[in-house]
Nanobody
Framework: QVQLVESGGGLVQPGGSLRLSCVASGSRFSINAMGWYRQTPGKGRELVASITSLGSIRYADSVKGRFAISRDNAKNTVYLQMISLKPEDTAVYYC????????WGQGTQVTVSS
């Protein structure tokens, strides 16, 4: 069974930065397109960034120019570098394939507040 473990979240002031990591175990990670999703209370999960096995990248309009997704297939890891964070980026962040194929991990909380 594939296990996804996210980390790197925390409390940051507006304008700050964070780098999230997601390690996937038990799968042929390199062949899957991976995505970062986020969820706020009362809302469904939103795909904010995705990267294919060949490195093609897409971003939601709300994060373009501020977030950068990358992957290291040797480490079965996908990253999300976030800069210029805004209060509206506050959410629990998850990774999964894109489209979703695995059970969700526990996510990592990102809180942007002064």
């Amino acid at each position: 069974q594939v296990q996804l473990v996210e980390s790197g979240g925390g409390l940051v002031q507006p304008g700050g930065s964070l780098r999230l990591s997601c390690v996937a175990s038990g799968s042929r990670f390199s062949i899957n397109a991976m995505g970062w999703y986020r969820q706020t209370p009362g809302k469904g999960r939103e795909l904010v960034a995705s990267i294919t096995s060949l490195g093609s990248i897409r971003y939601a309009d709300s994060v373009k120019g501020r977030f950068a997704i990358s992957r290291d297939n040797a480490k079965n890891t996908v990253y999300l570098q976030m800069i210029s964070l805004k209060p509206e980026d506050t959410a629990v962040y998850y990774c999964n394939t894109s489209p979703v194929a695995f059970y969700w991990g526990q996510g990592t909380q990102v809180t942007v507040s002064s």
